[in-house]
């Protein structure tokens, strides 16, 4: 059980086109599902907080304009990379959480985005 | 500055050797994940400990919860090349889990 579909798993689009990633959430209902961004060689950095029904919550440094987030669905959240650019390209994972504090966290198997 | 610092930042030792990866939280940790991964890929769940003083093995892997020194330790004895990857220790804020810094191992064989 807990398991979270992160889709695709790599996508590579050219300078100034949009990216859109899907995070679904299969056999459990998700209120909230974070965003992370990673770099090679970098550790995992947590860009958003995604809240079904509401706003994201941007960490500071995250251009929300730019990585757009919306979660319209207990199961659903996406993230859409605008105008991607080069220095856009990076690895992108989500997670959710499946219970209370401490209950466990399930993450996505993550997308390479690269922007030629 | 992160909350969730690793240390050391790389790692690269010889097949064989023993070693421990520290990840110090700069607020109280009331419990702790940690986590190996190659970059590009998923994330591997290794373990997670929440009590003071917890320790926990798997395999060659063993991690110990401080919760007085806000610190957990991660040791791999004779380390392999299979255990390459970076670790990432991992907490829960209650609302939100935020991961340490990373470190990154690399096995000589």
């Known amino acids: 059980g807990a398991v979270v579909s992160q889709h695709p798993s790599r996508v590579i689009c050219k300078s100034g086109t949009s990216v859109k990633i899907e995070c679904r959430s299969l056999?459990?209902?998700?209120?909230?599902m974070f965003w992370y961004r990673q770099f090679p060689k970098q550790s995992l950095m947590l860009m958003a907080t995604s809240n079904e029904g509401s706003k994201a919550t941007y960490e500071q440094g995250v251009e929300k304009d730019k990585f757009l987030i919306n979660h319209a669905s207990l199961t659903l959240s996406t993230l859409t990379v605008t105008s991607a650019h080069p220095e856009d390209s990076s690895f992108y994972i989500c997670?959710?959480?499946?219970?209370?504090?401490?209950?466990?966290?399930?993450f996505g198997s993550g997308t390479r985005l690269t922007v030629v | 500055s992160q909350e969730l610092e690793q240390s050391p930042q790389s790692l690269i030792v010889q097949e064989g050797k023993n070693l421990t990866i520290n990840c110090t939280s700069s607020?109280?940790?009331?419990?702790l994940y940690w986590y190996k991964q190659k970059y590009g890929e998923g994330l591997i769940f290794l373990m997670m400990?929440?009590?003071?003083?917890e320790e926990k093995s798997h395999e060659k892997i063993t991690a110990k919860l401080d919760e007085k020194k806000q610190q957990s330790s991660l040791h791999i004895t004779a380390s392999q090349p299979s255990h390459a990857g970076i670790y990432l220790c991992g907490a829960d804020r209650g609302n939100q889990f935020y991961f340490g810094t990373g470190t990154s191992l690399t096995v000589i064989p």
């Open positions: 997670s959710a959480s499946w219970g209370g504090p401490m209950d466990g966290y399930t």
């Open positions: 607020k109280t940790l009331y419990g």
């Open positions: 400990l929440q009590k003071g003083g």
């Open positions: 056999d459990f209902q998700a209120t909230t």
